[in-house]
């Protein structure tokens, strides 16, 4: 059955005393201490991958002297790398129901790989580095959104998304401060900005293990169909494992057939295309820079900016699409995109421009990013939230580094302009089509019901 945390009881002798908290915390309107937490520990592991990221394009293209087609190529890798593991991620969290643990394993991997960045030197090296890293994000990245999802209100899932994105986003406008600090300082102190980067992986990893509860939420979905049906007096359900003195109820087992669904079938298709036309924020940092004359240690401060208005706009944002629509917040935040790339474009730039560019790129992600996942997550059963969160953002990460390995290339044949604005003409073109396509995903979703249980 779909449930929501409303419906459970606020105690039982079945649910752990976090869950209970959690409940309860939903039921008064208040963001779960769960989805806090697991915001800390984006906090802490954005400030680590961030700073990282923020001068990448600089040490690949001036220390290293690569081109932007080398560049175009490695964005591709960040974007993708992590792709075909968000749904191995969302599948062992769904099968297991322990979606901690599997986000602790990509938390993990991503903190290893700050460690032998401090010792890696060559270009193969750095994108082996960066391929090991994404997929850490990709394993991790579905469990914890599924965790979000299962210890919020569904009727403020978009909030709640909203907060953990927030505080996710305050790490991700720090990473980049400390870099600029560090190469104002240091001008060519990318070890140091390294050394700070595993330092802060370490800490949002231990945050995880020590802080976060282990919620199961397919567990969660069976005690509260059976309570419900213990509470109208129904006969126990047949087939089922409630009668077997000792054994843990699980709840509905895994199954692909969410892949059926033309709601979430729908949900994927409009994603994708979207985002083949969403090239990496590289690629616009690398053309302000360039027309507006940026000097390098003033680089990462174009990412700061972004993360600064991502940041203030995150949870209103989110309420905003808990009020109107969550699919049609998605698709309209692509209308910011289009307007960035213009501001980015153009032959000429000033100040406000670059400005202008930088907050439409927050209000882009502050749209996107945790409103696919609450879309998603609210129209996907328990036992199969995860996968189809990690289903979603495949197909996102897919599609994003096919545009960045093609906009790398466009760049380097036609050039700077002409590359950025054709990719705008065609996002403005898609807009209004991907709209069509979601009409009617942000109506009510009927609650699926467990076969067995009504048998």
């Avoid at 080398?70 to 960040?78: R, S």
């Avoid at 969403?278 to 680089?299: E, K, N």
């Amino acid at each position: 059955m779909y449930l929501s945390l409303r419906d459970r009881p606020a105690r039982s002798e079945a649910a752990s005393p976090e869950e209970a908290r959690a409940v309860r915390a939903a039921k008064r309107g208040r963001v779960s201490s769960v989805v806090i937490t697991l915001g800390v520990v984006s906090l802490l592991t954005d400030i680590s991958s961030e700073s990282v990221a923020a001068v990448l394009p600089l040490y690949l293209t001036t220390a290293l002297g690569l081109s932007t087609l080398a560049y175009g190529f490695v964005d591709g890798l960040m974007q993708g790398a992590s792709a075909l593991v968000r749904i191995a991620g969302g599948w062992a969290a769904d099968k297991g129901d322990h979606p901690k643990w599997v986000a602790v394993v990509g938390y993990g991997l991503s903190a290893i790989t700050r460690g032998v960045l401090l010792v890696a030197s060559s270009f193969g090296a750095v994108v082996a580095i960066v391929a090991v890293d994404r997929i850490g994000k990709g394993i991790r990245t579905a469990p914890r959104d599924a965790m979000i999802t299962a210890s919020s209100d569904p009727r403020t899932l978009g909030r709640s998304f909203g907060v953990h994105r927030t505080l996710d986003t305050i790490g991700a406008a720090l990473g980049p401060l400390l870099a600029f600090v560090v190469l104002w300082a240091i001008p060519d102190g990318y070890q140091t900005v390294f050394v700070i980067s595993f330092g802060c992986a370490v800490i949002g990893l231990a945050a995880l293990v020590l802080l976060v509860p282990d919620l199961r939420p397919r567990r969660a979905a069976w005690l509260t169909q059976h309570r419900s049906r213990e509470a109208r007096k129904l006969p126990k359900c047949k087939g089922c494992s409630c009668d077997i003195p000792g054994l843990e109820p699980a709840g509905r087992p895994f199954s692909w057939t969410f892949l059926t669904e033309p709601g979430l079938r729908r949900i994927f298709v409009m994603a994708g295309v979207l985002a083949l036309l969403t090239v990496g924020d590289g690629f616009i940092y690398l053309s302000l820079q360039s027309r507006d004359g940026f000097a390098t240690q003033w680089f990462p401060l174009l990412y700061v900016g972004t993360n600064v208005a991502y940041m203030a706009l995150a949870i209103p944002v989110g309420r905003l699409a808990d009020r109107v629509g969550r699919a049609r917040v998605f698709v309209w935040g692509h209308a910011a995109l289009v307007a960035a790339y213009v501001c980015a474009g153009v032959a000429t730039g000033s100040a406000a421009t670059t400005v202008a560019a930088l907050l439409l790129l927050g209000l882009f992600y502050a749209a996107t990013d945790g409103v696919l996942a609450a879309l998603v997550g609210r129209r996907a059963a328990p036992n199969v939230r995860a996968s189809a969160i990690g289903t979603a953002q495949t197909v996102v990460a897919v599609a994003r580094m096919a545009s960045s390995a093609l906009f790398g290339l466009l760049w380097y044949t036609v050039g700077r302009g002409p590359a950025i604005l054709t990719v705008a003409v065609l996002l403005a073109c898609a807009v209004p089509v991907a709209w069509y396509v979601v009409r009617g995903l942000d109506a009510p979703v009927p609650e699926p019901v467990d076969a067995a249980a009504d048998r």
